[in-house]
């Protein structure tokens, strides 16, 4: 039987092995990559990055949907809930992939998340950053919406991101310039829809 102090040490060197085989966000942004007890989690239900990006789609991010995910969900929402769906997928100790981000963006809107509550696990997963650039460009594009209102207010303040590293905030967002009435710019924030996140719950 392996003791406890050899199944840590082995989770420290996988996680330290799969850092350096691809920069995470963490490195892109210039600081130090944490162990993510999310993201350990996330792994422990056999959902890698990849898995993250296809889990976001089954719960209802079409726009980010290759149509070749499977039926069955990969998690249940109560093995993974939306709002920890959505910071594994902008954890800093993930992978970096601003496709991965981009996902994380859609989902953190999704139908029931609590500002509140992600704010707070944003600041254990040390995901503030991401976070807060997601949430400032949801304000910017939904000023009326008052979930990004009480998200920015909720989250610590930080300094802006590096330059360049995190997706434009029009990356997070459908844009058109055609409507029923006629040509016009209509601009759509991405999130779940909700009839196919409720279909997906237990």
């Known amino acids: 039987m392996r003791s406890g102090e050899n199944v840590y040490f082995e989770a420290i060197c996988g996680h330290v092995s799969a850092a350096m085989e691809s920069p995470t966000l963490a490195a892109k942004l210039g600081t130090t990559t ?3 007890p999310l993201l350990r989690k996330a792994r422990r239900l056999g959902l890698g990055p990849r898995e993250l990006e296809i889990l976001a789609a089954q719960r209802g991010c079409r726009h980010y949907s290759n149509g070749t995910e499977p039926e069955q969900p990969l998690a249940s929402e109560s093995e993974l809930s939306n709002e920890e769906l959505a910071l594994a997928l902008l954890s800093t100790a993930l992978r970096y992939d601003p496709h991965s981000i981009r996902c994380g963006a859609a989902m953190l809107s999704a139908p029931g998340n609590d500002p509140r509550r992600l704010a707070r696990m944003a600041v254990m997963e040390r995901c503030v950053a991401p976070v807060r650039h997601v949430a400032e460009a949801g304000q910017r594009f939904e000023p009326q919406n008052p979930f990004w209102k009480e998200l920015v207010a909720a989250l610590p303040v930080v300094p802006p991101p590096k330059s360049g590293v995190l997706p434009h905030p029009t990356r997070f967002v459908a844009m058109t310039g055609f409507t029923r009435q ?10 779940p829809t909700a009839t196919q996140t409720k279909r997906r719950r237990d």
């Open 34 to 36: 944490h162990l993510s």
């Open 182 to 191: 006629g040509s016009g710019l209509v601009v759509e924030w991405q999130r």
